[in-house]
């Protein structure tokens, strides 16, 4: 064969919202799940990385890190990364709307120029995002029924007084720092000094802040409360209405100001994260592992060509059964192959993994695991089981089944090794207040993850039961807090105590 078919190369220029990973679209969620490679942006919520944990990210923002990379630089690493490895899919996450001050324009431009297929997905701005986070409606009625949003970049706004004359309400971006000359120019252009006015910070995180008052004190203001960028500013009448309609309050909630990273061995977005983050907490996901292809290629193309001899596939992941499929493909074969074979899945998430791709597991244990796997599984001695499975599958399958008289096999998949560190996470992850550990394997890796200028057994550790606490503790971790039982909600209380 030499048509390599069709090209993957695509660009998505995705709008992340303005960092409340649950702003962030539905089509956007999709569009990273499907990305090779993720060019994120200083203002994208770090944590929607979770949605592409498989995926090469590359940090492109301009601000906290040294190396500045151009506009023109990001415009042509962009379609550089689609036409890579004979065509990627590239999603470029930008922090609020794309096309919102946010030059996604010129990105455009570049595909479009390279001949690089692309698609636009809009974000919720911070024009927008910001002021309804303080309770301010940009338009309303009998009070505003207009608005305009300028930037705080050139000296006019972008815009010329006489246009501003007859907007109600105008939303300043990239204006903190030049607060106090853009008041002054709004003033001297006929704007009333006591026009309400308002300065949001980082809306709609936890660490969001506002100050209010009025067109004349408002710089003043933020530079007394030490607010600075990213900020959005708000002028005009609708500004009052904050004080009935405020409704976003981050700080009375028990884990507010606290940011708590999340391990994760597994695949998969937490449930953890969520719960610590309807707690106030700012957090961050930290994907310890990554998938790689399998070391032996020949040999498991081997075993998978013929399984006329095995009755039973063993799936005890649902990374597996996405290697499966794709090795099948790569085979020139389908599902179809597996007739003849029983699939056992280890438990219900992996049984789902197969109902997505039309399979459905012929036994799912009565409780998740290897152990009842192992149990309960309906084989006879003699029978092969063959266990798809990663380099470090634990022998406790093996040894039950042997034990059982089953012919035992194990064919190496797919590889899970350590995840290196983007640079982002791994600074972000140095200033976190706890950081939570579900196994003893997530404890080892994060004290693997020691370099000469982080170390993470300096960490407040909250594990997740007195197994995985003892593992971090034998890893070094001295800091340590532990659930009183096995559930999220208790894991999260466990963080809560751990700051009392
Ligand atoms: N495309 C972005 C804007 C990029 S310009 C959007 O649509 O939101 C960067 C400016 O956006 C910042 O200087 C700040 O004014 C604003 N901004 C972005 N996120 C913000 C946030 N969470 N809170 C307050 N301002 C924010």
Known sequence: MTDAGPSRAFVSLIGAGPG????????GQQALQEADVVLFDYLANPELLRYCSQARTIYVGKKGFSEYISQEQINTLI???AQENGGQRVARLKGGDVFVFGRGGEEAEACVQAGVPFEVVPGVSSAIAAPAYAGIPVT????????????????????????????????LLMGVRNLERIAAQLIEGGRDPATPAATVQWASTPRQREVSGTLATIAQ????????APAVTVVGEVVRLRETLQWFNPASRPLSGRTVAVTRTREGASALGDVLRTRGAEVLEVPLIRFAPTSDHDALHARLRDVNDVSWLLLTSNQAITALMEHLQALGLDARHLAGVRLAAVGPSTAASLQQRGLRADFVPSTPGARHLADELPVRPGEVALHLTSQLAEDSLQRLLEARGVVYQRAELYRTEVAALDPVLRSRLRTVDAVTLASGSAARHLAALAGPEFDPLTL???AMGPQTAEAARQAGFRHLQVAETASLEALADAVEHSFE
């Open 460 to 462: 407040r550790v909250v």
């Open 20 to 27: 409340d990973p649950g702003l962030l679209t539905l089509r």
């Open 140 to 171: 309303h009625r009998n009070v505003a029924r207009n608005f305009a949003v300028l930037t705080g970049h050139t000296h006019d706004g972008g815009m010329p007084h006489e246009t501003l004359a007859g907007v109600d309400t105008l939303v």
């Open 79 to 81: 379609v550089q990364m």
């Open 221 to 228: 203001a933020v530079r007394e409360a030490g607010l600075g």
